[in-house]
Nanobody, 127 residues
Framework: QVQLVESGGGSVQAGGSLRLSCAASESFIKYYCMAWFRQAPGKEREVIVVDTVGSRSYADSVKGRFTASRDNVERTLYLQMNTLKPEDTAMYYC??????????????????????WGQGTQVTVSS
């Protein structure tokens, strides 16, 4: 059972930056597909970036502002978030699964594509 722990959330003003981290409990996570999702109050959980071995896909809403990276030695997936907007306010979740397709397919499948989830970290952006 893979355990994921997110950190790095907080409150920032619009235009600011945050870096989220997702630490995995197992070293074989490097073979897994991983992703960042977010869920704002009253809205569905949406995928914002999927990171597979060899491809990465971003949602249009974050493209050019958010960058995902993975450190397999540290067993950590990162999300660098720049030029934050109030509409980025949400709970951010890390997810992983061993059954991987290309990042575009994983993005289309959304929540159903991932079995392992962290508990989330809150990001609040004020105007």
């Amino acid at each position: 059972q893979v355990q994921l722990v997110e950190s790095g959330g907080g409150s920032v003003q619009a235009g600011g930056s945050l870096r989220l981290s997702c630490a995995a409990s197992e070293s074989f996570i490097k073979y897994y597909c991983m992703a960042w999702f977010r869920q704002a109050p009253g809205k569905e959980r949406e995928v914002i970036v999927v990171d597979t071995v060899g491809s990465r896909s971003y949602a249009d809403s974050v493209k050019g502002r958010f960058t995902a990276s993975r450190d397999n030695v540290e067993r950590t997936l990162y999300l660098q978030m720049n030029t934050l907007k109030p509409e980025d306010t949400a709970m951010y979740y890390c997810a992983a699964d061993s059954l991987c397709y290309d990042s575009a397919t994983m993005s289309r499948r959304g929540r159903a594509a991932f079995r392992y989830w962290g508990q989330g970290t809150q990001v609040t952006v004020s105007s």
